[in-house]
């Protein structure tokens, strides 16, 4: 199946810095989102990024689909950035699958 | 903005018992999944679901689950005799009405225990 590995694991930020998280997938995929964990356990979708670049305030995305990556990049780090960052992707062959990463925990410092 | 809502928030149930969680999916959508996610672990994949039948679902979705939509409305996962190790966060989402270029839309999630 196909394989999602996301870099750093781990990352901590002084707030105001800029950061790129990513995201490499193993295999042609048919959609791909990044989402936001919160404290609360809630899962917020960042951004629904098969392919292209999208920008949303301090937050932007791109994949590159025919390279089979995709890249969150986050400006001006807030403290309620904190949190852990999940890339998933859907392959829609017959049946349909998601497969997420194991994520990226990023904790902002005031 | 339309939104998947799922019940109960926090499910706490003895070893061995049944239990049943429930969603309530966008209402146009028409494809629907189960993701499980232990404390500290990342979220994994359990089933999904569209026109009424399993489409795929993984090596953890074994013969003690089962999903169900038993109206226009609800989408349900069942657990049968539940285990230690099912104590987990479990998200439902729903996707849709077209086949592709669709985003998952994710609930709340149910949190269970089991003691």
């Known amino acids: 199946g196909i394989q999602v590995e996301q870099s750093p694991p781990d990352l901590i930020l002084q707030e105001g810095a800029n950061s790129t998280l990513r995201c490499n997938f193993s295999d042609s995929v048919n959609n791909l989102q990044w989402f936001h964990q919160n404290p609360w356990g809630q899962l917020i979708n960042l951004f629904y990024?098969?392919?292209g670049t999208k920008q949303n305030g301090r937050l932007s995305a791109t994949t590159v689909a025919t390279e089979r990556y995709s890249l969150l990049y986050i400006s001006s780090s807030q403290t309620t950035d904190s949190g852990v960052y999940f890339c998933a992707v859907e392959r829609r062959t017959g049946g349909f699958k998601t497969i997420f990463g194991a994520g990226t925990r990023l904790f902002v410092k005031a | 903005e339309p939104e998947v809502t799922q019940t109960p928030s926090h499910q706490v149930t003895q070893m061995g018992q049944e239990v049943i969680l429930r969603c309530v999916p966008i209402?146009?959508?028409?494809?629907f999944y189960w993701y499980r996610q232990i404390l500290g672990q990342k979220v994994e994949f359990l089933v999904s679901?569209?026109?009424?039948?399993?489409?795929?679902k993984s090596e953890i979705f074994d013969d003690q689950f089962s999903v169900e939509r038993p109206d226009g409305s609800n989408f349900t996962l069942k657990i049968r005799s539940t285990k230690l190790e099912d104590s987990a966060m479990y998200f439902c989402?729903?996707?849709?009405?077209?086949?592709?270029?669709?985003?998952?839309?994710f609930g709340d999630g149910t949190r269970l225990s089991i003691l």
């Open positions: 209402s146009n959508h028409l494809y």
């Open positions: 989402a729903s996707s849709g009405p077209g086949y592709s270029n669709q985003p998952q839309h």
């Open positions: 679901f569209y026109n009424n039948e399993i489409s795929e």
């Open positions: 990024i098969p392919s």
